[in-house]
């Protein structure tokens, strides 16, 4: 009989757990809703960008305010040639001028300054759909480092738990030495694996705390599992919704409202401009009271160049925009069919390839026993087995990967506990 046979019965089962969802919900968890929210919140860029929208609103309101009067006074002693017939006195004018506004000017003037609230507006939710997505891809990463790290330490304890089996038998005389040699090997590789499992675990959470500015704590931990369900409208909806919501062509829309609104302006401005002016003369011997009209006549210069260049810049707006939305429903497109993919491959993971992966290795474990099979074989099977439970926790991970990627295409986020 071969050394081997006489000990695989101590062997442990080299089965490993199934990927299941992790274990009972710590107290004071964050949900991945409370989590975009806290990010939200805590965010600076997302701060930037509501300024950017406060500033946008200022600028409105300087639109729509109507132009200063000027006065001027000017003063001073009068002196006559003749000192004798004229003593000398003071004289004083005080002259008040008052632009009339051409109402054409005005009015785009605060319709361009409101499209570009819009705009920054858009901006503003732009980057809190970016970063809503990335906290939410973040947070699922970090479950799928902490999955496969809780893998790779029960491999490490079931390959440490194998060599010290083996250790007894080879110390009885029962276990050739090179079975504890390959068992010692297979240890230090599991080790290996476990400490890079853990730290990509501990990265992952460095990069979800920096996401939300060290609004995080340390310890904190996650609500959520790589196995919640994924609910996405229909696609055909998507397609009517997503280029109606997107910030991003929100935002080229308002752009393009504003350079039309700019180039309403440019032609406005081609128009004469008119002052009202008003003067008071006084000095010892007299009071004189003028009115007037000032009037600018564009006669030489038309304002051509800036027409051209608002007319230029609205054709650049107008096929951004056009491309844009082209290039988003190529996104949705490309996100759905991610997520199909990723659903396909949960599925197929489910229905069947793990359970024949873990029937393998209990074939070959079985086959161990009776010194059929040698160790080696029993550790290919259960590497087998730790591939596919991988790939099919980095399924689950796409499947959320691309959910995340459909949500930020058409906005949708918590939004109730952000400030506005």
């Known amino acids: ?80 040639r003749i000192q004798a017939a004229n003593p000398a006195t003071n004289t004083r004018q005080v002259t008040i001028s008052q632009t009339i506004e051409n109402p054409f000017v005005r009015s785009a003037r605060i319709d ?17 759909a970016d970063l809503a997505a990335q906290l939410r891809v973040s947070a699922y990463e970090l479950l799928l480092r902490q999955e496969v790290a809780l893998m790779e330490g029960g491999v490490h304890d079931l390959m440490e738990e194998v060599r010290r089996r083996i250790a007894v038998g080879v110390n009885v005389g029962e276990t050739a030495r090179f079975e504890l040699i390959r068992a010692e090997a297979e240890v230090l590789n599991a080790a290996s694996r476990q400490e890079a499992a853990e730290l990509n675990a501990q990265r992952a959470r460095v990069a979800l705390m ?62 004469p401009s008119l002052d009202v002016i008003y003067s008071n003369y006084q000095d010892a011997q007299y ?21 051209d260049a608002a007319v230029a810049d609205s054709a650049r707006v107008r096929e951004t925009l056009e491309y844009r939305r082209f290039e988003i429903s ?34 070959a474990q079985a086959a161990y026993r009776f010194g059929e099979r040698p160790l080696i074989e029993v550790l290919d099977t259960q590497r087998v087995l730790r591939g596919i439970l991988m790939d099919s926790l980095q399924a689950r991970f796409d499947l959320q990967a691309a959910a995340a990627e459909i949500d930020r295409l058409r906005a949708y986020y918590p939004r109730e506990q952000v400030f506005e």
Do not use: C
Not at 287 to 307: H, M, S
């Open 287 to 307: 009071t004189d009271n003028r009115g007037g009209l000032i009037v600018t006549v564009p006669l030489f210069y038309r304002r051509r160049g800036e027409i």
């Open 330 to 363: 190529q996104l949705l497109e490309s996100a759905w069919q991610a997520l199909q993919i990723a659903r396909r491959r949960v599925e197929m993971f489910e229905g069947g390839i793990i359970k024949q992966a873990e029937n393998a290795l209990q074939i």
């Open 1 to 80: 009989m071969p050394p081997s046979a006489t000990v695989p019965s101590a062997i442990p089962s080299l089965i490993i757990p199934s990927a299941t969802p992790s274990s009972a919900i710590q107290p004071g968890a964050l949900s991945i809703g409370d989590l975009q929210r806290l990010g939200l919140e805590a965010n600076g860029l997302v701060r930037a960008a509501q300024s950017q929208v406060d500033v946008a609103k200022a600028g409105v309101i300087g639109a729509a305010a109507y132009p200063n009067p000027q006065v001027s006074v000017i003063g001073g002693p009068q002196h006559p």
């Open 112 to 128: 361009s300054a409101e499209a570009g609230v819009e705009a920054n507006r858009a901006s503003f939710d732009q980057v809190r």
């Open 210 to 271: 920096q996401l939300t500015a060290g609004a995080l704590k340390p310890n904190f931990a996650i609500n959520a599992s790589l196995f919640d369900p994924v609910n996405l409208p229909p696609l055909e909806d998507l397609r009517q919704e997503v280029p109606a919501v997107n910030p991003d062509v929100l935002r080229l829309q308002a752009e393009s409202e504003r350079t039309r609104r700019r180039i309403d302006l440019e032609r406005a401005m081609v128009l």
